[in-house]
């Protein structure tokens, strides 16, 4: 393995760790308030118990979600100090809002978790929506780097290759900027969501007590219903800016080869380097100009349009597209129906086939942040900031770098098996709830 | 002197300090309490680490955020100093992270996790290894930052004149910096036993964290004296302005602090204490920022040659002025609902 290799995937499995906690902090904050604020209204007990237990399972997600996000801080400098040099001034702004995002988020968790009795009800059920809205910030903030990454302005480049003329506030809103904010934040409510209801469903399928997982039920599909649906719209504002702004990249999440008017879109299939060619796909005709661009003869650029060396790894990024959209859309159907079954006004926990079918798309939504991730990431490659700066040229000089990568892939599935372990005995617990 | 001797990067600098400060004097305490649970001794053990627990719980993940925001106030104001450092301490750092992660998933993974004896005692152990282990590698970065080391191994790095071992492993690896790790154990170990006894509500346990604040303020001297012996044979430049006319004073007034933190240990004045203690700290503190001043990372690049450009510590500062307008009022409302009762 080379040392940017190494480096990259050090990086990947920071972030992808990083990520699943990252959203669970954005998300979970807003369904325990949901939680406490039903109780306080209805008096209800199982909304109480239901805050309470969710605020549990946030306090240890959230703490694995801060210490893994101080890795990635500290990465920036320790695997690629050439991409913080020249980017450092341009990005730090986005970068130092999300500091002061995250102290707002981190001091009212804690007056939240361990401020039950010593807070007034309405400070605490403000406590909470504080830890929610600055979840929501940091996450906004971090991906307004990530959108400059990938759509990079505010600067000149000069003869030396060095960033000038910069301007941070310009920098903050690239082309991207929205869009992939969007879809982060809609991301985030609608794995936690859809991935909590799983949880209910499943105990409720095993016949946990049906006052306490139903309201749990209802109120996580609440949240994740929504967004699992808006969240394919939103992927098309994406791809659409995607298209305009980095066309390799569409053309490799895409498996386009051959620069064309009415161009298909390709479910499955697999692009073939060597032969630069995707084989086995079903082709819908002009289907991918018709997404890319909104018009079914538009012209898209393959990836033959740039030299090798200038194109992603093409299969894995069409296979994470793919991943993505195939269970995204699967997400967004059952939410769909458990709409349905909702606003007919049938109950939702004793629907065994909707039950079923919602712990299966359960982990989808984790899936599909990784997936989309690596359509992101990979899909970039191989720069760091699209267009002026090579990831090679940003990586640490430091050579074994296959060593740190290897630590903190053990330390972080270590970690994953103990978090797994340790929200599954919080799951278990609640089966002796009785309202 | 020039009119802008003191300008913005001047300005960044101190804030940068300020909040390495506040870490040091919160979340290093953290991590001190969780040496006093490693060290937790006789028949009142127990008791002694619940403290530390329910001391940390509700604080220790904000305090925690002001080291990330030393590093990304770093890396936007000084890009090329946080691109050095993240080059030649990739080792010592990578360690403290896993510190970092190890103390904080295991903290909670034990108070969140099965009550059984076994599965609390393994998560207490990590956690107690970890809060020992990271304040001695942050000490051991802070030590090869000031002693010219880094900078040193910076240079021959960039000179292509350097084998493995003399860019990433001799600088961290000697004894001025294991000098400085030590010293920032003792003081966060200090820093805790004297805020424990504070909110200890027992007299016996009370008792238990003053002796342990009085054990870590002698390491303290050993570790502060011994590091200056080191320092004069193997970083003359640190002893060399250490012991220098320029901060007689400032030596005085540590002096003082110290002083007056051990007297008032001595003497059971705890809220007396807990202030001189957490002065005398980060007056140690501010003495690493004067022997190293105009530097970022002695002895090649300063505070100007680094800055980033105007632009981005003109939005800096005003994003600092800002968030600090939201943050105090908060971190004033988080300490006042958890502190301890005064007495």
Redesign the interface.
């Given at each position: 393995m080379t040392d940017l290799l190494a480096a990259r995937s050090q990086m990947a499995i920071s972030l992808g760790f990083h990520i699943v906690f990252a959203e669970i902090g954005i998300a979970m904050p807003l369904m325990m308030v949901l939680a406490e604020w039903r109780w306080r209204r209805t008096g209800e007990r199982a909304y109480y118990d239901l805050a309470r237990r969710w605020a549990?399972g946030t306090?240890?997600l959230?703490?694995?979600g801060?210490?893994?996000?101080?890795?990635l801080?500290?990465e920036?400098?320790?695997?690629w100090?050439?991409f913080?040099?020249?980017?450092?001034?341009?990005i730090?702004?986005p970068?130092?809002?999300?500091?002061?995002a995250?102290?707002?988020e981190?001091?009212?968790?804690?007056?939240y978790?361990?401020?039950w009795e010593?807070?007034s009800p309405r400070a605490h059920l403000a406590a909470g929506i504080v830890v929610a809205a600055s979840g929501a910030a940091s996450a906004v903030f971090v991906v307004l780097v990530n959108a400059w990454m990938n759509t990079p302005v505010g600067f000149t480049l000069d003869a030396a290759g060095n960033f000038v003329n910069?301007?941070?506030?310009t920098a903050m809103r690239s082309p991207a900027a929205f869009q992939q904010v969007l879809h982060m934040l809609l991301a985030s409510y609608a794995a936690t969501g859809m991935a909590v209801a799983g949880v209910h469903a499943w105990m409720l399928l095993r016949g946990a007590d049906r006052a306490f997982h139903g309201r749990a039920l209802l109120l996580a599909l609440c949240i994740g219903a929504p967004a699992a649906v808006a969240q394919p719209f939103s992927g098309d504002l994406s791809a659409r800016v995607v298209a305009e702004t980095q066309p390799v990249k569409l053309a490799a999440l895409e498996g386009q080869w051959q620069t064309m008017r009415d161009a298909p879109l390709r479910i499955g299939g697999w692009p073939d380097a060597s032969r630069e060619e995707t084989r086995y796909a079903i082709e819908i005709p002009d289907g991918l100009s018709l997404l890319a661009f909104h018009d079914p003869h538009a012209e898209v650029r393959g990836l033959r349009a740039v030299p090798p060396e200038d194109r992603p790894p093409v299969a894995v990024v069409h296979l994470a597209f793919q991943t993505m959209v195939g269970l995204g859309s699967a997400m967004a159907i059952v939410a769909l129906w458990a709409a349905l079954v909702a606003w007919r006004r049938r109950d939702l926990s004793g629907h065994r086939e909707l039950l079923r079918a919602l712990v299966i798309v359960g982990p989808f939504g984790f899936i599909c942040t990784e997936a989309g991730w690596i359509v992101t990431e990979v899909g970039r490659q191989p720069w760091v900031v699209q267009g002026f700066m090579r990831t090679a040229h940003a990586v640490?000089?430091?050579?074994?770098l296959v060593a740190?990568m290897t630590?903190?892939t053990v330390?972080y599935f270590g970690?994953g098996a103990?978090?797994v372990a340790?929200v599954a005995?919080?799951v278990r617990e609640t089966s002796g709830v009785r309202s | 002197m020039r009119a802008d001797a003191f300008g913005l990067p001047e300005i960044l600098a101190a804030a940068i300090v300020l909040a390495l400060n506040a870490y040091v004097l919160t979340g290093g305490a953290d991590f001190g309490g969780g040496v006093w649970d490693l060290l937790a001794r006789g028949p009142r053990r127990g008791a002694q680490r619940e403290l530390i627990a329910s001391q940390i719980g509700p604080i220790w993940e904000a305090n925690h955020v002001w080291l990330i925001l030393v590093v990304v106030l770093l890396f936007t104001a000084f890009p090329p100093a946080f691109a050095t450092l993240g080059i030649v301490l990739h080792i010592p750092l990578s360690l403290m992270l896993i510190g970092i992660v190890l103390r904080g998933s295991s903290f909670v993974f034990r108070s969140y996790g099965p009550r059984d004896d076994a599965t609390q005692q393994r998560w207490g152990v990590v956690f107690a290894m970890a809060s020992a282990i990271t304040p001695i590698l942050l000490g051991i970065v802070v030590g090869t930052i000031a002693s010219g080391a880094a900078g040193d191994a910076g240079e021959r790095l960039a000179a292509r004149d350097a084998t493995f071992a003399s860019v990433y492993l001799a600088p961290w690896l000697s004894l001025f910096p294991l000098a400085m790790g030590a010293l920032a154990l003792a003081m966060f170990a200090f820093l805790a036993a004297v805020y424990l006894a504070l909110a200890a509500d027992d007299a016996a346990l009370r008792e238990d964290f003053r002796r342990r604040a009085l054990g870590a303020a002698a390491a303290i001297f050993i570790a502060a004296f011994g590091g200056l012996a080191v320092a004069h044979v193997t970083a003359p430049r640190v002893s060399g302005v250490l012991t220098g006319s320029r901060a007689f004073a400032f030596q005085a007034v540590t002096a003082v602090a110290a002083i007056g933190a051990l007297w008032a240990v001595w003497t059971r004045r705890w809220r007396t204490a807990r202030i001189a203690a957490a002065l005398q700290v980060s007056l140690i503190l501010w003495g690493w920022v004067l022997v190293q001043y105009p530097f970022v990372v002695p002895p090649t690049l300063t505070l100007r040659e680094v800055a980033a450009p105007r632009t981005t510590l003109e939005l800096l500062l005003g994003a600092l002025i800002g968030g600090a307008l939201i943050l105090f009022p908060a971190l004033a409302y988080l300490f006042r609902i958890f502190a301890p009762k005064v007495r």
């Open positions: 549990k306090a240890v959230f703490a694995v801060a210490v893994s996000g101080t890795v801080s500290f920036l400098g320790l695997l100090p050439g913080m040099r020249h980017a450092g001034p341009l730090g702004m970068f130092s809002l999300e500091g002061f995250f102290f707002l981190a001091i009212f968790l804690g007056v978790l361990y401020g010593r807070v910069i301007d941070p506030v640490t000089p430091m050579p074994g740190p630590t903190f330390l970690l103990v978090v340790l005995s919080l | -």
